[in-house]
């Protein structure tokens, strides 16, 4: 039985109340566990990027707009929550704002080594962001 054991892994969830608790709870699992097998426990919990949490307001506006480019069709605002890190997330907590996702037809996903980004998308990310930028600040 080895002396040491490290133990890794990632915690994401969609809100600070929750993240807090799942930090505590893993702590006292930890020295539950460890005090149940007479052993010692070194806990430590770095924080990673936080979640992605898109604002209401900003969202439909980014909506209308996306569909104003590629119409109602095309711009899907039944998307589930997903579990991804961001750097913008940090942008969103100090400010109002939306990621969104352009979409990029039938590729294999944006950090998979077969991602294969169509180029025929942007053209409509482009006006995507102009019609944006000519709605959010009209001259």
Not at 12 to 28: G, H, P, Q, Y
Not at 49 to 62: E, G, I, L, M, R
């Amino acid at each position: 039985i080895p002396q040491d054991a490290i133990l890794k892994g990632t915690v994401r969830t969609f809100s600070e109340k929750i993240r807090d608790l799942v930090e505590a709870r893993m702590n006292a699992i930890a020295d539950a566990t460890a005090a149940m097998h007479g052993a010692k426990i070194k806990f430590t919990y770095h924080r990673g990027y936080p979640v992605t949490v898109n604002h209401a307001d900003q969202t439909a506006f980014a909506a209308r707009i996306a569909a104003d480019v590629a119409g109602d069709a095309r711009v899907n605002t039944a998307v589930a929550p997903i579990m991804g890190a961001e750097d913008f997330s940090y942008m969103l907590e100090a400010r109002p704002g939306c990621f969104i996702f352009i979409g990029n037809g039938d590729s294999a996903g944006l950090h998979h080594e077969r991602y294969d980004f169509d180029d025929n998308a942007i053209s409509t990310g482009v006006s995507y962001w102009v019609r944006l930028v000519e709605q959010a600040l009209p001259a």
